[in-house]
């Protein structure tokens, strides 16, 4: 238990050492020309170092939050609003959905076209000028990509539908308890469900990612001086397989999202921490404080009176 402990006291005290190293010398990590940088940046991307600099980073702010309130709402205010400014902008990705599917019935059952190409003198396939071309794919391509914005709204969107109050609640017992008992069951929902679903999603997503990107493939099992190794011989290789011939073939896209995804749900999870704690600390009055939700006119009312 003693070296338990002790070892956790190392990690946080570590922590420091290796953020300041990180800021010192970042042409160690962030210099990809340096094949021993990228898989430095690989490495790190999913280790204990970088949990135990998230976690410190956590500790430290919530520490100076508790001390001084406005700093933590400002931090809520902050996530918030970049949640809410993302998710505004990520959801007219689903009007470019609907258009270019209603482009795809439209060229395919009416005009007959196989593909869509882009150019000056290529307009939706029509080549009016051999040569002058920017864009060309089959239909079946442009028609597996609308699973990528689907995508695109599901994992972008989630912590803006968090802040927005979208998500479905499972209530068994919640509506029925005190105000500040509601806030503690936030607050442990935020350490014991939020932050480890994050964490684990990012673990598994990360190396994902990567053995799609680069090769020889990565693993999470690597060890530094395995991936040191492995970095004399690495080099890119972006992989393009799609599911079928003339289909989507960028599916990597789809594992940079799942990391987002598992980035915005931590980010957020600090932000609901935070908030409710907060709003345990200064009592009901300060429920949905800066609070910025969208606001949909209710016209039944003034539909009914006409």
Known sequence: MLDSIFAFIVNIGMAFVNVATALAQPSLWLDWSDKQALARFIYYGASGELLFV?????IVLTAVGMWRN???WGVVRGLEGFANTLGRTVAWVGLLMVLQQIVIIFLQRIFRVSSIEFGPFAPFGYRLWEGWTFVSYDLSWWSEELKLYNAMIVTLCVTYTFVQGGHVRVDLMYANISFRAKRIIDMAGSLLFMMPTAILTWMYAWFFLWRSLVTPKVSA?????????????????????????????????FKILMVSFS????????????????????????????LDRDRVEDTTASVSTH
Do not use: C, Q
Not at 54 to 58: R, S
Not at 221 to 231: A, I, Q, V, Y
Not at 266 to 282: I, T
């Open 263 to 290: 980035l915005l749900v931590f980010l957020h999870a600090v932000a609901f921490f935070y908030r409710s704690y907060l709003e345990w600390r200064e009592g009901p009055e300060s429920e949905g404080k800066y």
């Open 221 to 253: 099992s690597d060890t530094l001086e395995m991936l040191l190794r492995k970095g004399k011989l690495m080099k890119w290789n972006v992989e393009t397989i799609g599911f079928s011939p003339n289909g989507f073939n960028a599916y990597f896209l």
């Open 54 to 58: 998230v976690l410190t980073i956590f």
């Open 70 to 72: 406005a700093v933590m």
